[in-house]
């Protein structure tokens, strides 16, 4: 059944409704006065490029087994989280408030400013370098694009290789930023509709698209 948008908009606390909420301890209080300007857009999978289960959650919430699978040995001392995770089928877990730092973009810098946990949020899509994200994954990643521009000042949205190009290369050649930004207007627009306060559908016309600048 298709969740009605009047659900989407994001409250004063900076939760989504939508979002299954599992707090995480990766976070911290953004610089004072920083905005809210810049979504990065990650794919994640663990262990890698396999989907589903509970070892995601588990990295950000510091209870992953590293005894699960060989992979996770370098995980032992990593301490990460991102506000949101989409996963295959679409459906959504919120991690950290969005007015909270959470920590999934490490060393970083947009358009000349570094630092770009003091000033972002991030989205974890499940999924990898190699396989195409499911059509689930865009209306869920379009819908919740939508409320954030809704709630905060969003000028830019950008994937983890724009951030961090040469360390990182995700969410990878096999998102279609096209067809994701083709869907995020008609998202906000009903968003507007659903929520006369929302106006995400005119912000949302002047949001620089980084995959645009690099190709």
């Not at 919430?61 to 995770?85: G, I, K, M, Q, T």
């Amino acid at each position: 059944m298709t969740r009605p948008f009047d659900q989407d908009a994001i409250d004063s606390e900076g939760w989504w409704p939508p979002a299954r909420r599992y707090d995480s301890p990766n976070c911290n209080a953004r610089p004072d006065g920083a905005p809210i300007e810049l979504i990065v857009l990650h794919n994640i999978s663990l262990p890698a490029g396999r989907f589903g289960g509970p070892h995601i959650a588990d990295l950000f919430s510091n209870r992953l087994d590293v005894r699960a699978d060989p992979s996770f040995a370098e995980l032992r001392a990593l301490h990460v989280s991102s506000h949101f995770l989409v996963r295959r089928d679409g459906s959504v877990t919120q991690f950290v408030a969005c007015q909270g730092r959470a920590w999934h973009a490490g060393v970083s810098v947009f358009d000349g400013r570094a630092n770009c946990n003091d000033y972002s949020v991030g989205i974890e899509i499940e999924g990898s370098d190699f396989v195409a994200f499911s059509s689930a994954q865009y209306d869920s990643v379009a819908r919740l694009v939508a409320a954030l521009a809704a709630r905060y000042p969003i000028a830019a949205i950008a994937g983890h290789e724009h951030v961090a190009p040469g360390r990182k290369s995700d969410p990878g050649p096999f998102f279609d930023w096209s067809k994701l930004q083709a869907m995020v207007l008609p998202a906000a627009e009903k968003l507007v509709l659903a929520n006369r306060r929302c106006t995400s559908a005119s912000k949302l016309r002047k949001v620089k698209w980084a995959h645009l600048d690099f190709g």
